[in-house]
C-alpha cells in the first residue's frame, strides 16, 4: 500500500490544521492519526507515522510517543472489525464478561487475537462511557449498547456480511441513546 | 529577594528559586548545615530545563506558605518545581511525615528495579544506591515478577538497560536540549512506558553521551567502559584537553596509566558542570591526550572514596556537624 | 418534579438541529448577552448564581473565570472538558448528543464573557460519532451567523472547533488535556502555574466541563440570583446525574441538587428502584474516583440525617463515613455484587490509564491491581489487606495530578467499609471462586 493520503483526506488534513494558530500545528497530530489510521489499514505502521511526522513538519519520534500513549491508535495490524468490549465497573455488574466470553467462543479466538481470516479483532477496553446501557461494545464509531447474546450474534453475521473495513472516522455512525 | 525558611535554617535567595535551588544555597552557603537538608532529586536536574516533578523524591512540606498568605500548603510538594515566596517555612528532613511519604516513593521506584547491582557499572554512583540506602526498606514486599524490556540497540557507545529505568526524563531532555536531533523519546503510558526510539537505531550525534552522565541510575551506560572495572577501584583526576567541541574540561577515570571511562566532571548535587563532546568521551583514551590537573574530590560518604585519604579538615567538618545535631536535639 | 433546565427538551424530535433548537428558546442567551449585557455582567451573573464546576471537582465557576489573566495583546481561549472518561458517568454524552446546541450557545456566551476569540471542545476519541454530531451544529451556527465574524451583528467575534482526543482518561485533568490538545502526550502538567495564567499554547485558557459550560445560558436567562434559589446551601441549580448499575431505570437524569438519596434511588420519577426487588448493598455516588459506600452511609449520614444530592451532604463525614458528588456518575451496587471483584475491575481501570509521569501512581497502580487480581483469584496472602491499604495510602497525595488520589480512594474505602468480605475472599477463597458476583446478560433481558 502506498502511504499517502487521497486529495480528500488531505483536503480534509489541511482543513484541520488550519484550525490552530500559526506555528501550533502541531495540534493537529491526534486528529490527522485518526484519519491515517482509517485510510491505511486499520493501524498506524511507522512508514504511516513517519509520513504524518513529514506532513507536519515534526520529527518522527514525535509521533510515535504520541501514537504510543493513546489506547486508540493500533501500533499492530488488526482485524477489518475491532470489537472492543468494556470491561468496567458498571459494564463488568451487567455482565461485560460474559460478552468477551460468548464473542471468544464464536469466534474461536482469545481477547486480544485476531480471527485468521482478518475479520475481527477482539479487545476488552475500559469505560466508553455507556454504562446506563451497559454491557456495551464499539465497534469504529458505533456504539452497540445493552447487548445481549442474540444481538452479539447478529451484529458478528452483519459485519462479516458487510466484510468492510470499520474505523472511528466512519460517518454510518449508530445513535443508539 | 524572598526569606526562605528550611528545616530551621533560613536564608535568603533571589525571587523565582524553588525551595530546591534554596536548600541547596543554604548548604553551600554553611558548611555547618547538614547536606540532607537539601532534598534528594532522581529527575530534576538543574542544567536542564524544565526537568523534576516527576519522580517525587524531592517532595517537601510546606509548613507556612508565605508571609502573606501562611496557611500551609496542604500536599507535599516537588520542591523542585515549587518557587519560594517571602516567608515561606518548609520541612524536610526534621518532617516524620516527609520521610515516610519519601520511604514509600523509594518503594515505588524499587518494586520493578532489577536490583543487578552486582553487574552494573552504575553501582557504587548509583542515585538509586544511595536513595535506597538512605530511605528504602531492608526487605520488599513486592513478590510479583518485575517489569522486564526488550532490549534495543541504540548504537556502538551506549548502553541501556530499559529495566533499570525510573522514567527521569533526563536523556529525553539532554536530546532535547543539547543535541540537535532527538530520535528517542518516552513510549506507551504507565508502567509499560519505556524510553526508546522505537524502530531500532542508534542514538548517534556530537552531544549523545551526556545522556549518560545525565541518567541516575544505570540504565544508559558507556560502553568503552563496560565490565572493565567497579567504579570504586578507578581513580578519578581531573584534566583537560584543547576541544573544538566542547570544553574539554573533563574527568579522567584512571586504573594504573589506564583511561579506563571519561565523563563530565559532577558536583556535589551529582550534576556535571560542562557537558563535554562524544569525541572526548568515547575517543579520547590515551593519558597523552590530556593535561592531567590533579586528584577530582569525592565525597567522603560515597563508596568511591573508601580507597582514597580524606583530609583532616573534612572529618573535623563532620564531627562538628555531629556535634551541632546533638545539641539542638537537647 | 423537580426543575429542569439543561435537558427538559430531550425529547423534543429533531431538537439537536438548530432550527428545532431555536424554536425552542435556543441561542436567546448569545442574544442576551451580546446585545445587552457587558462580558463583565456575564461573569457577574455566573458568581452569583454559585455554579460549582461540573466535572468532579466542584470548584466555583465564576471565581476560576475571574482568575482568568487578561494580559494585552494575548489570546485568551476557553476550553471545553468533553473528555468524559469517568467510569459511571456518561452525563455530557447524552447532553451532547441530543442537544448539541446547548453545549455550542453556552460555548458562545462564555467565551464573549472571557472575551476569547477562539474555543476549542476537547471531545474524547472514543465518541467520534457525537463530535460528528457537535460538527455539523457548529456548521449550522456558523450559517445562522451565530458563530464567525461579528456574531448577531456584534463586534464580538468567534471561532469553535471540535478536537477529538485518542483514548485516554488521563486527559479529563484539564493541563494533560490542554497537553493533548496540543499535539503531545496526555501527561498533566506541573502547577503552577495554572492554565488560567498560562494554558493552551502558553496564554491564559480556562477549561469547563460540558455541562458546566451549558448550565451558563440558563444563568444568563434567568440571572444567576434566582439560579442560586435552586438547591440547598452552596450548591445551587440543577446537576445531571448518570445512573446505572442494578437499577431498574439506569440512565441520565437532571435532579435539582438537594434531592434525597433514597428518593433518587426508589422512585420511580428516577432510578425506579433495584433490579428484581433485591437490597441495596453499596454506591458508588460521583464517578469511580470517590469512596464507595455501603447502604446505610449513602442513606444516611453518621449522624442518622438523610444524606441529599449536594456537594455537602454527600461529603458529610468526611471520608470515614462520607463521599463526594463528583462527576455524578451514580453506581449502584445490589446484594449479589462482590465488592472486591468490582474494586478489581476499577484498580485494573487506574493502572491502565495512569499515564506514567510520576512514580507513586505508574508504579502504585500496578501493584494495587496485581494484588487485588491474587485476592480475587483465590491466591490472596492475609497480609495483603494491609498491604493494599499502605500502598494507597502512599499514592495519594503524592502524585503530579489527581489520578493519584483516584485510584487510592476506591481501595481505601472498599477496605474500611467492606474489609469483612476481602477477609472471606482470603481466607475462604474455594466458596468464593465459583459463586458468579455480577449479572449475565440473559438474567437481565429477562427481567
Known amino acids: ?177 | 529577594m524572598a526569606k526562605v525558611t528550611i528545616d530551621g535554617h533560613t536564608i535568603e535567595v533571589p525571587d523565582g528559586t524553588t525551595i530546591l535551588q534554596a536548600a541547596r544555597m543554604l548548604v553551600d552557603k554553611d558548611k555547618m548545615v547538614d547536606a540532607k537538608v537539601a532534598p534528594p532529586t532522581m529527575c530534576y536536574y538543574s542544567k536542564l530545563k524544565t526537568s523534576g516533578g516527576y519522580c517525587r523524591t524531592c517532595i517537601v512540606k510546606v509548613t507556612k506558605g508565605s508571609e502573606k498568605d501562611p496557611r500551609p500548603m496542604p500536599k507535599p510538594v516537588a520542591s523542585c518545581r515549587t518557587k519560594v515566596m517571602d516567608g515561606m517555612e518548609g520541612v524536610n528532613i526534621t518532617s516524620p511525615e516527609v520521610i515516610e511519604a519519601r520511604k514509600g516513593v523509594v518503594e515505588f521506584l524499587l518494586i520493578n528495579h532489577p536490583l543487578d547491582c552486582p553487574i552494573c557499572d552504575q553501582a557504587g554512583e548509583c542515585h538509586l544506591q544511595d536513595l535506597g540506602y538512605e530511605h528504602g526498606l531492608s526487605k520488599t514486599r513486592y513478590d510479583f515478577p518485575r517489569r522486564t524490556f526488550n532490549q534495543i540497540d541504540i548504537g556502538p557507545y551506549i548502553k541501556m538497560h530499559m529495566t533499570r529505568c525510573i522514567m527521569c526524563f533526563r536523556c529525553v531532555k539532554v536530546a532535547d536540549q543539547i543535541t540537535d536531533y532527538r530520535v528517542h523519546g518516552m513510549l506507551n503510558r504507565g508502567d509499560a512506558s519505556e524510553i526508546s526510539t522505537y524502530i531500532q537505531k542508534a542514538i548517534d550525534n556530537d552531544f549523545s553521551g551526556n545522556i549518560i552522565d545525565v541518567c541516575p541510575v544505570g540504565a544508559l551506560t558507556d560502553r568503552t567502559f563496560r565490565f572493565k572495572s567497579r567504579v570504586w577501584f578507578t581513580k578519578p583526576v581531573d584534566a583537560h584537553r584543547n576541544c573544538t567541541k566542547c570544553s574539554g574540561k573533563v574527568a579522567l577515570w584512571l586504573k594504573g596509566n589506564d583511561i579506563l571511562r571519561v565523563t563530565g566532571r559532577k558536583d556535589q548535587w551529582g550534576e556535571v558542570e560542562e557537558f563535554i563532546c562524544n569525541e572526548c568521551r568515547f575517543e579520547k583514551k590515551d593519558v597523552k591526550d590530556w593535561t592531567i590537573e590533579g586528584p577530582r574530590h569525592i565525597d567522603r560518604h560515597s563508596v568511591i572514596s573508601a580507597n582514597h585519604y580524606e583530609s583532616l579538615a573534612s572529618l573535623k567538618l563532620d564531627i562538628g556537624k555531629q556535634q551541632k545535631a546533638l545539641s539542638t536535639k537537647k | 418534579m423537580g426543575k429542569k433546565l439543561l435537558i427538559h427538551n430531550d425529547k423534543v424530535p429533531n431538537i439537536h438541529t438548530l432550527q428545532v433548537y431555536r424554536e425552542h428558546g435556543g441561542y436567546a442567551s448569545v442574544e442576551k448577552a451580546l446585545k445587552s449585557m457587558t462580558p463583565n455582567d456575564v461573569v457577574e451573573e455566573v458568581k452569583k448564581s454559585g455554579l460549582r464546576g461540573r466535572g468532579g471537582a466542584g470548584f466555583p465557576t465564576g471565581m476560576k473565570w475571574s482568575f482568568l489573566a487578561k494580559p494585552e495583546g494575548v489570546e485568551r481561549y476557553l476550553v471545553c472538558n468533553a473528555d468524559e472518561s469517568e467510569p459511571g458517568t456518561f452525563k455530557d454524552r447524552y447532553l451532547m448528543e441530543k442537544i448539541p446546541h446547548a453545549l455550542i450557545e453556552g460555548m458562545i456566551t462564555s467565551s464573549y464573557a472571557l472575551g476569547a476569540k477562539t474555543s476549542y471542545i476537547y471531545i474524547r476519541g472514543e465518541y467520534f460519532y457525537v463530535a460528528r454530531i457537535l460538527e455539523k451544529a457548529i456548521e449550522e451556527a456558523y450559517a445562522a451567523g451565530l458563530l464567525g465574524k461579528n456574531i448577531l451583528g456584534t463586534d464580538f467575534s468567534h471561532d469553535c472547533y471540535v478536537q477529538v482526543g485518542g483514548g485516554a482518561y488521563i486527559c479529563g485533568e484539564e493541563t494533560a488535556l490542554l497537553e493533548s490538545l496540543e499535539g503531545k502526550r496526555g501527561n498533566p502538567r506541573i502547577k503552577p502555574p495554572f492554565p488560567a495564567i498560562a494554558g493552551l499554547y502558553g496564554c491564559p485558557t480556562v477549561v469547563n466541563n460540558v455541562e458546566t459550560i451549558a448550565a451558563v445560558c440558563p444563568i444568563v436567562m434567568m440571572g444567576g440570583d434566582e439560579y442560586a434559589k435552586i438547591g440547598v446551601g452552596r450548591s445551587t441549580g440543577t446537576k445531571l446525574i448518570s445512573a446505572s448499575g442494578h437499577i431498574n431505570k439506569p440512565g441520565v437524569y437532571e435532579i435539582e441538587l438537594g434531592l434525597p438519596v433514597e428518593e433518587f434511588i426508589y422512585s420511580d420519577e428516577y432510578c425506579g428502584g433495584i433490579i428484581n426487588g433485591r437490597k441495596l448493598k453499596a454506591v458508588i455516588a460521583g464517578g469511580s474516583s470517590v469512596p464507595i459506600l455501603p447502604a446505610e452511609l449513602i442513606l444516611k449520614n453518621d449522624k442518622g440525617e438523610p444524606r441529599l444530592m449536594t456537594y455537602e451532604s454527600l461529603s458529610e463525614g468526611g471520608f470515614a463515613t462520607g463521599t463526594m458528588l463528583g462527576s455524578g456518575g451514580f453506581m449502584v451496587y445490589d446484594e449479589t455484587t462482590s465488592i472486591v471483584k468490582n474494586l478489581y475491575t476499577l484498580a485494573r481501570f487506574y493502572h491502565h490509564e495512569s499515564c506514567g509521569q510520576c512514580s507513586p501512581c505508574r508504579e502504585g497502580t500496578g501493584w494495587m491491581e496485581k494484588i487485588l487480581h491474587r485476592i480475587v483469584e483465590g491466591h490472596g496472602k492475609p497480609s495483603d489487606i494491609d498491604l493494599l491499604w499502605d500502598i494507597q495510602r502512599k499514592i495519594e497525595g503524592n502524585t503530579i495530578c489527581p489520578l493519584g488520589d483516584a485510584a487510592a480512594w476506591p481501595v481505601a474505602s472498599a477496605i474500611r467499609h467492606f474489609r469483612a468480605e476481602f477477609e472471606e475472599y482470603i481466607n475462604n477463597p474455594s466458596k468464593i471462586k465459583d459463586v458468579k458476583h455480577y449479572y449475565s446478560v440473559n438474567q437481565l433481558a429477562g427481567a
Open chain 1, 1 to 177: 500500500m502506498e502511504i499517502k493520503f487521497n486529495e480528500e483526506a488531505l483536503a480534509t488534513v489541511n482543513k484541520i490544521i488550519a484550525r490552530y494558530p500559526q506555528g501550533k500545528h502541531k495540534s493537529a497530530l491526534l486528529p490527522i492519526l485518526h484519519i491515517a489510521q482509517a485510510e491505511f489499514g486499520g493501524w498506524l505502521s511507522p512508514e504511516t507515522m513517519d509520513y504524518v511526522a513529514s506532513i507536519l513538519n515534526i520529527k518522527p519520534i514525535e509521533v510515535y510517543e504520541v501514537a504510543s500513549f493513546y489506547s486508540m491508535f493500533n501500533l499492530k495490524p488488526v482485524g477489518k472489525c475491532l470489537l472492543e468490549v468494556c470491561r468496567t465497573s458498571s459494564c463488568w455488574t451487567r455482565g461485560a464478561e460474559d460478552v468477551v466470553k460468548h464473542i471468544e467462543k464464536r469466534l474461536n479466538i482469545k481477547e486480544g487475537e485476531t480471527t485468521k481470516d482478518g475479520m475481527f479483532t477482539l479487545k476488552t477496553v475500559e469505560c466508553l462511557g455507556s454504562c446506563g446501557t451497559a454491557p456495551m461494545l464499539q465497534c469504529g464509531a458505533s456504539y452497540h449498547e445493552n447487548l445481549t447474546m442474540e444481538k452479539v450474534d447478529a451484529l458478528i453475521e452483519e459485519y462479516r456480511a458487510a466484510n468492510k473495513q470499520r474505523s472511528y472516522t466512519d460517518l454510518d455512525y449508530k445513535n443508539t441513546l
